[in-house]
């Protein structure tokens, strides 16, 4: 019963042009969400989180937008990189700073030169 | 720079040996998680605790233990290992009310 979903196992874009990775959620529960970045042969490590009182945040070339009523959140890299090639974890957990995460499968992004 | 450190990148282990995966965090977070990745089912919590000597069971603590003596350290245990434990086991550790988790770089284990 995966309650937090990446429906895409992966994912290429063109370097320079914007890349969207997203993510379905099932229990309603969820209130803040967050994404992680992988590489091989790393540990995942954090990247940007979203309030569920908020539908947007931004850092730099990184945007999480959230809807709620569709239980959807997505993740914009604009412009994409090289170096944003990595698989990427949505979580979820039921209160901002909860000790509880529950991931996704991951997407693995592929920029191309 | 903050740091959390798995005691090994790679484990071959055979079936029914005991098994200890050790993890060390630098930053004094009172919470510390094992996970266990696997292709398509993504991270998926085993246990973690929130202080020294308590711990509690994630969504797929069967097979598993752990021990936490020391604020600094936390073990996972395989009692007696089977082959559908093989899979990249990560640490990670956190202060309370942070939203940030940071991660050690994995250890894969192989059980045969």
């Known amino acids: 019963d995966q309650q937090v979903k990446q429906n895409s196992p992966s994912l290429s874009v063109q370097e320079g042009r914007i890349s969207i990775l997203n993510c379905d959620y099932t229990?309603?529960?969820?209130?803040?969400f967050l994404w992680y970045k992988k590489y091989p042969a790393e540990g995942p490590t954090f990247l940007i989180s979203i309030s569920s009182i908020k539908d947007k945040n931004e850092d730099g070339r990184f945007t999480v937008f959230l809807n709620k009523s569709a239980k959807h959140l997505s993740l914009h890299i604009v412009p994409s990189q090289p170096g944003d090639s990595a698989v990427y974890f949505c979580a979820a957990s039921a209160r901002r700073g909860a000790q509880k995460l529950v991931f996704g499968q991951g997407t693995r992004l592929t920029i191309n030169p | 720079d903050v740091k959390v450190t798995q005691s090994s990148r790679y484990l071959v282990k055979r079936t029914g040996e005991k098994v200890f995966l050790e993890c060390v965090q630098d930053?004094?977070?009172?919470?510390m998680f094992w996970y266990r990745q696997d292709p398509g089912l993504g991270l998926r919590l085993i246990y973690f605790s929130y202080d020294v000597k308590m711990k509690e069971k994630g969504d797929i603590p069967e097979g598993y233990s752990v021990s936490r003596e020391k604020k600094e350290r936390f073990s996972l245990i395989l009692e007696s290992a089977s082959t559908n434990q093989t899979s990249m086991y990560l640490c990670?550790?956190?202060?309370?009310?942070?939203?940030?988790?940071?991660f050690g770089q994995g250890t894969r284990l192989t059980v045969v």
């Open positions: 930053m004094d977070h009172e919470n």
């Open positions: 229990n309603s529960m969820f209130d803040y």
């Open positions: 990670a550790s956190s202060r309370t009310g942070s939203d940030e988790a940071f």
